[in-house]
């Protein structure tokens, strides 16, 4: 991801422009126990002044391929044409149920931000291990990711991020605008407590 010409071919992005007040994010995280057979996803909208305004949980599959299509639907429910910008606690999340960035850019019409906190030097052969037959498909969902950019915020600490329509600026200045303290964006702090608590709430 050298270039923002990559981010989403064909499609010209909702204008986006963090700096302003009245922004809102889709943030969106996820818990669970690998003796589940989903993941409980929570989801919070945010305002710039980080006010919680609204929430929303989904699931995803253990070891599945419909992250995607939940997201996008926990999204569809809140029936809101205010958010502004989506962003996700990873891509590759409950146990390499891959988020294809793009495509979610692509059907919601707006910019996406996913965030990991460590570099790493892939996943191709942890996905070979675990998908077997499998894993070509995998692999090429995993391929069609591009690589991360790692950027310092104003808060010293440093992200690994993916992005699509929007400029490697204005995802970070959005990072900036929701991070109060250390690396965890504020969306996506309030969402993992949500989807954690929702978890431990149905399974008890």
């Known amino acids: 991801m050298k270039t923002d010409s ?3 071919s064909n499609f010209t ?5 963090p700096e302003k007040r009245g922004i809102r994010i889709f943030g969106i995280a996820e818990s669970f126990k690998k003796s589940n057979s989903t993941s409980t996803l929570g989801g919070v909208v945010m305002r710039r002044d980080l006010i919680v305004d609204g929430i929303v949980f ?3 599959t253990l070891k599945g391929d419909d992250s ?7 999204f569809r429910s809140l029936q809101r044409d205010d958010i502004n910008c989506i962003m996700l606690d990873g891509l590759i999340i ?3 149920n891959i988020i294809d960035g793009e495509k979610l850019n692509n059907i919601t019409g707006l910019p996406i931000i996913a965030i990991t906190f460590e570099d790493s030097r892939g996943l191709e052969e942890h996905i070979k291990h675990h998908f077997l037959e499998k894993s070509e498909m995998k692999l090429e969902q995993y391929r069609k990711l591009g690589n991360r950019d790692q950027v310092r915020l104003r808060t010293d600490k440093s992200l690994y991020i993916r992005y699509w329509g929007l400029s490697l600026k204005g995802a970070l200045n959005t990072l900036n605008a929701f991070t109060l303290q ?3 964006p504020e969306p996506i702090r309030v969402a993992k407590l949500l989807a954690r608590a929702h978890r431990n709430s149905i399974n008890s």
């Open 6 to 8: 990559n981010k989403c």
């Open 13 to 17: 992005p909702r204008h986006f422009h």
């Open 58 to 60: 989904g699931s995803a």
């Open 68 to 74: 995607t299509k939940n997201i996008h639907g926990m």
């Open 94 to 96: 409950s146990l390499y």
């Open 182 to 184: 250390g690396s965890i």
